[in-house]
């Protein structure tokens, strides 16, 4: 793969001086983050914080004794809730600095919460059905714009050679 050519006329006069670091990032792209990128970072690290709370109230009613089935299944629950609020925070992180893989795991995140958040509001509690659903669809909505689309377009840098 080539590279593109370099336009002479915007090359930096000495090699300390940055290229238009106003206008651009290192890496060409533009240096402001898209508001509809920063509104689905913003949903999935709520949603990261939210899960991080629940994880903790968990964790207080298993020390302090609640009756569990198993005590190693609600390990294992409190572990999976602690590991998806880690996950959602790296989401949040690296969407909002525009990596490529992050707007497919934004949008399972969001089909997740769908599938929460749905049942909740056709079994009676309306308020935090719609406390999930309408966060997750604007997030989905806005995950297709074309200027998430555009900001996330970033992939990982190579590995070294050696």
């Known amino acids: 793969m080539s590279r593109p050519p370099v336009n002479p006329a915007g090359a930096p006069s000495s090699p300390d001086e940055p290229r238009n670091s106003a206008d651009h990032s290192t890496d060409g792209r533009p240096a402001t983050v898209p508001a509809a990128a ?25 020390l302090s004794g609640s009756p ?26 690296f ?6 893989w992050t707007r497919a795991a934004a949008l399972v995140a969001q089909l997740f919460v769908l599938t929460i958040g749905v049942p909740a509001i056709t079994s009676g509690l309306v308020l935090a059905g719609l406390a999930m659903v309408i966060p ?7 995950l297709f714009s074309n200027k998430v689309i555009n900001h996330a377009a970033r992939t990982g840098s190579a590995p070294p050679a050696l």
Do not use: H, K, N, Q
């Not at 198993?70 to 390990?75: I, M, T, Y």
């Not at 969407?95 to 490529?100: N, S």
């Not at 997750?136 to 806005?142: E, F, G, W």
């Open 38 to 62: 920063r509104v689905v970072a913003f949903v999935a690290a709520a949603e990261a914080t939210a899960l991080l709370v629940a994880a903790a109230w968990y964790a207080c009613e298993l």
């Open 68 to 93: 569990a089935l198993s005590f190693w299944g609600a390990v294992f629950t409190l572990g999976l809730l602690l590991a998806f609020s880690a996950w959602l925070f790296a989401v949040s992180v």
């Open 95 to 100: 969407l909002y600095r525009g990596y490529r």
């Open 136 to 142: 997750a669809v604007i997030a989905i909505v806005l």
